[in-house]
């Protein structure tokens, strides 16, 4: 048994596919099979059921990729303990984030994190939330920036910042008159809405009032996975949708006339940056959070504030 046949096993349980298997791995398909039946046969089971479109771990194979994903990250440590002790950051630093954080926080920092640490290859990744606490815990992802808190034992959250919601609101929308709305005068007629699976689609829910399986009154319903074009359907469609304050921030003067603030308690998201408690890249994610927190605009809080309401995910 080798390291090799370990990384490849956990390749093909990622892809599903021994061919994408041996792309992401630089290796022949007919490499990868070979090593992973050669390993087959020294343990005397069958690893994957290749019948199965995608092809699906065997019980037993489930048990081994479990182990290998162990062995594979005690492996890697050796070579971040190594990384712990150079002067300057190298190595390799693997970051995820969600879609409604991406477009508006990582531009922010990006560069100049880059800059700082030319040693650094810094690998940015978007998911939902699910799917980046299930990298984190296979070690796919060294951090992450993430809407908390998550209440989770093994995962660290470091507080960025506070941010504020703000509505999008079509200009013939009953509520588009008033200069700041109030929460409780939400409903859910014509709410447009994250899909699911994004931690802001529960908090627009909350913030409005909507129940679950509650429709939003209008016979055309568009649940996307970008507030981008939630924007674009309330401009042309009417009704109206939630966005964050560094997604008003960008906005041009004409957009930022269909957005109105909320009076009173502020509905408002807590953005951390998280990691797993066990973990060797503290100085890598120290640096990251000085340059996030160094980079961020005036206006945007670190700090709660009295009139700030966190919204749960």
């Known amino acids: 048994m080798t390291l090799t046949q370990l990384e ?19 290796v022949t398909q007919p490499t990868l099979s070979m090593q992973i039946n050669k390993l087959e046969e020294e343990l005397g089971v069958i690893l994957f059921d290749r019948s199965k479109n995608p092809i699906l771990p065997t019980q037993e194979g489930e048990a081994v990729i479990d182990q290998a994903q162990n062995v594979i990250q005690e492996y890697r440590k050796v070579f971040q303990v190594i990384e712990v002790g150079q002067k300057e950051l190298v190595g390799e630093f693997r970051l995820g984030v969600i879609p409604t954080l991406s477009p508006y926080l990582v531009p ?18 978007e998911h939902k939330t699910e799917d980046i606490m299930t990298l984190l815990e296979k070690d796919e992802l060294d951090a992450a920036l993430l809407v908390t808190p998550l209440k989770l034992n093994n995962i660290v959250e470091r507080t960025l910042f506070y941010e504020p919601f703000s509505l999008f609101i079509s200009s013939d929308h009953s509520l588009s008159s008033k200069e700041k709305v109030k929460a409780s005068e939400l409903n859910s007629k014509g709410l447009w809405l994250l899909n699911e699976g994004h931690c802001m689609r529960t908090q627009m829910a909350q913030i409005c009032s909507l129940r ?10 568009f649940e996307s996975g970008n507030l981008e074009t939630l924007m674009n359907l309330v ?37 951390s940056l998280v990691h797993r408690r066990i973990y060797l890249k503290e100085r890598m994610i120290d640096a990251l959070e000085k340059d996030i927190l160094s980079n ?18």
């Open 108 to 125: 922010l920092f990006v560069g100049d994190f880059c800059h700082k640490h030319p040693k650094l290859d810094l690998i940015i990744e």
């Open 235 to 271: 401009e042309n469609y009417g009704g109206y949708t939630l966005i964050p304050w560094l997604c008003w921030q960008g906005l041009s003067n004409r957009r930022k006339k269909l957005t109105k603030e909320f009076s009173g308690t502020i509905p408002s998201r807590e953005v």
């Open 8 to 26: 490849y096993v956990l390749s093909v349980n990622k892809h599903r596919h021994f061919g994408r298997a041996a792309q992401a791995c630089a």
């Open 212 to 221: 679950e399986g509650q429709k939003s009154g209008q016979n055309l319903r």
């Open 296 to 313: 961020l605009p005036k206006g945007l809080q670190s700090h709660k504030t009295k009139n700030q309401e966190i919204i749960d995910i």
